[in-house]
């Protein structure tokens, strides 16, 4: 560990005066206290450091829901080895291509059941095995970077944002702020660990003080039993995809003032429609805080941040801020409309993906200083009435129909202003016979494309309907929680 280890420094400060203050809970019910955390964490990071033999490539964490896969990750942070969270369902393929292209050696799991090619395994720490593999592509990466997300690449190959330790603790800091996350406060780890969002469910709430309560993935399956786990465990935030929360509400788990202790709703990741939003705050209470937020993988997962306010529901068709981004962050928005976001906070390209990198990053000199910019891809524009960000389309999402410029976001978001129709997601798909069309799958309980394309008439131009719907009671999902766009993509190109 160098001699200014920032982020552990900063955390382990964070813990002197935690005393028996609770920082994980397990799934099993198991409870640890910050200052058993700490030894737990020195005894793994010796172990990690003896089995690596102080070389500082890549490593890989099976994505168990567990205290002791964080209390792993909280020791790759203190001996400053970069880690990549892995999801062991991935096709085999996939996940070789993730171990080549990270340049890791080691693979750890709770669970003797990775199969990737390993050349050497046993048993690493309590009920931890690690999984030597064979690779030829073992580098050192950068110290500076703590940890590769990995997303889904246009190509088809798995993209590796690699993140860096700078932007953290600005991060870990806006977040206390901005959602007045208290010592001792319990807080949900909802999200899959190998999705971004886990990103703020760790450090937001282990590095604030905060207790982490850990949700077992088949607990969050069942909205009613995850809901009653939450109740149980006194949890007071809550954040998710808003995908999860519709569901949760339109399945009826949510109930008129359920979820007693919850304080806050945090939800980003992709459009809440107001109406949906509007039925939640109904149901769950006006005195609960709903935040919508945003930010790409590729910048250490949150750059903005709205507190809902009741003023938005007077105009339910109108868009909803993202909100004002934090000073830590540098930000120009190109002729075209395309967000860029600069500073600390910036990842560092694509694992061994210099062509992407070179594509989606770039340096820029301000004040003297060097800064490193992303180009998120997504279109923005800034309110002159109250200086906040809304989103208004992806880059790749905006087509050329019948000679006119159309964005699918639009479409989407007439569909789901309508009561009936819970999610949506366009789509413009080049069909078996060669020609494109725009499409339209909705989640809906009124199966009627007739009386849908009746409504969308009411607010779209004859252009902008889609030619070919698809009506299911609930859309698929990916494991992220999104809507599977691939799968829909492909559903639309057969039909």
């Given at each position: 560990m160098s001699a200014n280890n920032s982020i552990y420094d900063f955390f382990v400060k964070g813990c002197e005066s935690c005393g028996d203050i609770i920082a994980i809970i397990d799934p099993s019910g198991k409870e640890i206290s910050y200052s058993s955390l700490i030894i737990e964490i020195e005894a793994v990071s010796n172990s990690l450091v003896e089995l690596l033999n102080s070389q500082k490539s890549v490593v890989a964490i099976e994505a168990v829901k567990s205290s002791q896969t964080i209390i792993l990750v909280l020791a790759c942070i203190k001996t400053e080895i970069p880690y990549v969270i892995l999801d062991p369902s991935l096709p085999r393929n996939r996940l070789i291509s993730i171990i080549k292209k990270s340049g890791l050696k080691f693979i750890f799991s709770e669970k003797n059941t990775i199969n990737v090619g390993e050349i050497n395994s046993g048993t690493f720490f309590k009920d931890f095995y690690f999984h030597?593999?064979?690779?030829?592509?073992?580098?050192?990466?950068?110290?500076?970077?703590?940890?590769?997300?990995?997303?889904?690449?246009?190509?088809?190959e798995p993209k590796g944002a690699m993140i860096g330790r700078d932007g953290l603790i600005e991060f870990i800091r806006w977040a206390?702020?901005?959602?007045?996350?208290?010592?001792?406060?319990?807080?949900?780890s909802i999200n899959p660990l190998y999705f971004d969002n886990s990103v703020f469910d760790i450090y937001t709430s282990l590095f604030n003080q905060a207790t982490l309560i850990i949700c077992p993935d088949e607990i969050t399956k069942n909205p009613s039993n995850l809901i009653e786990f939450l109740n149980d465990k006194r949890c007071v935030q809550w954040f998710s995809v808003p995908s999860l929360l519709?569901?949760?509400?339109?399945?009826?788990?949510?109930?008129?003032?359920?979820?007693?202790?919850?304080?806050?709703?945090?939800?980003?990741?992709?459009?809440?429609?107001?109406?949906?939003?509007?039925?939640?705050?109904?149901?769950?209470?006006?005195?609960?805080?709903?935040?919508?937020?945003?930010?790409?993988?590729?910048?250490?997962?949150?750059?903005?941040?709205?507190?809902?306010?009741?003023?938005?529901?007077?105009?339910?068709?109108?868009?909803?801020?993202?909100?004002?981004?934090?000073?830590?962050?540098?930000?120009?928005?190109?002729?075209?409309?395309?967000?860029?976001?600069?500073?600390?906070?910036?990842?560092?390209?694509?694992v061994s993906d210099?062509?992407?990198?070179?594509?989606?990053?770039?340096d820029k000199l301000l004040d003297g200083s060097r800064v490193r910019f992303?180009?998120?891809?997504?279109?923005?524009?800034?309110?002159?009435?109250?200086?906040?960000?809304?989103?208004?389309?992806?880059?790749?999402?905006q087509i050329k129909h019948m000679g006119y410029r159309i964005e699918l976001n639009e479409i989407e978001f007439a569909s789901t202003s309508f009561d009936y129709i819970r999610e949506s997601i366009a789509l413009y798909v080049k069909h078996t016979s060669g020609y494109s069309y725009i499409c339209l799958a909705v989640g809906s309980?009124?199966?009627?494309?007739?009386?849908?394309?009746?409504?969308?008439?009411?607010?779209?131009?004859?252009?902008?309907?889609?030619r070919r719907i698809i009506i299911q009671d609930v859309l698929v999902k990916n494991k992220n929680g999104k809507i599977d766009r691939q799968y829909y993509e492909k559903l639309f190109e057969q039909e």
């Amino acid at each position: 560990m160098s001699a200014n280890n920032s982020i552990y420094d900063f955390f382990v400060k964070g813990c002197e005066s935690c005393g028996d203050i609770i920082a994980i809970i397990d799934p099993s019910g198991k409870e640890i206290s910050y200052s058993s955390l700490i030894i737990e964490i020195e005894a793994v990071s010796n172990s990690l450091v003896e089995l690596l033999n102080s070389q500082k490539s890549v490593v890989a964490i099976e994505a168990v829901k567990s205290s002791q896969t964080i209390i792993l990750v909280l020791a790759c942070i203190k001996t400053e080895i970069p880690y990549v969270i892995l999801d062991p369902s991935l096709p085999r393929n996939r996940l070789i291509s993730i171990i080549k292209k990270s340049g890791l050696k080691f693979i750890f799991s709770e669970k003797n059941t990775i199969n990737v090619g390993e050349i050497n395994s046993g048993t690493f720490f309590k009920d931890f095995y690690f999984h030597e593999v064979e690779n030829t592509l073992i580098q050192t990466i950068d110290n500076r970077i703590l940890y590769i997300m990995f997303t889904s690449g246009s190509t088809g190959e798995p993209k590796g944002a690699m993140i860096g330790r700078d932007g953290l603790i600005e991060f870990i800091r806006w977040a206390k702020k901005e959602f007045q996350i208290k010592k001792g406060d319990r807080v949900s780890s909802i999200n899959p660990l190998y999705f971004d969002n886990s990103v703020f469910d760790i450090y937001t709430s282990l590095f604030n003080q905060a207790t982490l309560i850990i949700c077992p993935d088949e607990i969050t399956k069942n909205p009613s039993n995850l809901i009653e786990f939450l109740n149980d465990k006194r949890c007071v935030q809550w954040f998710s995809v808003p995908s999860l929360l519709i569901f949760c509400l339109e399945s009826g788990a949510f109930q008129a003032r359920s979820m007693t202790y919850l304080k806050r709703i945090i939800f980003g990741g992709e459009a809440f429609p107001k109406t949906k939003l509007r039925n939640l705050v109904d149901t769950l209470g006006k005195e609960k805080d709903y935040f919508n937020v945003y930010g790409p993988t590729e910048c250490t997962c949150m750059c903005s941040s709205y507190k809902i306010q009741e003023s938005e529901f007077i105009e339910p068709e109108s868009l909803m801020p993202l909100g004002n981004i934090p000073d830590y962050f540098k930000y120009e928005i190109s002729d075209s409309g395309e967000l860029f976001l600069g500073g600390d906070a910036v990842g560092f390209g694509y694992v061994s993906d210099n062509i992407q990198s070179t594509k989606n990053f770039f340096d820029k000199l301000l004040d003297g200083s060097r800064v490193r910019f992303y180009k998120t891809g997504d279109i923005v524009k800034i309110s002159p009435r109250n200086n906040m960000l809304y989103f208004v389309s992806r880059k790749d999402h905006q087509i050329k129909h019948m000679g006119y410029r159309i964005e699918l976001n639009e479409i989407e978001f007439a569909s789901t202003s309508f009561d009936y129709i819970r999610e949506s997601i366009a789509l413009y798909v080049k069909h078996t016979s060669g020609y494109s069309y725009i499409c339209l799958a909705v989640g809906s309980k009124i199966p009627d494309r007739d009386s849908l394309i009746k409504d969308l008439k009411k607010k779209l131009p004859v252009y902008m309907l889609p030619r070919r719907i698809i009506i299911q009671d609930v859309l698929v999902k990916n494991k992220n929680g999104k809507i599977d766009r691939q799968y829909y993509e492909k559903l639309f190109e057969q039909e």
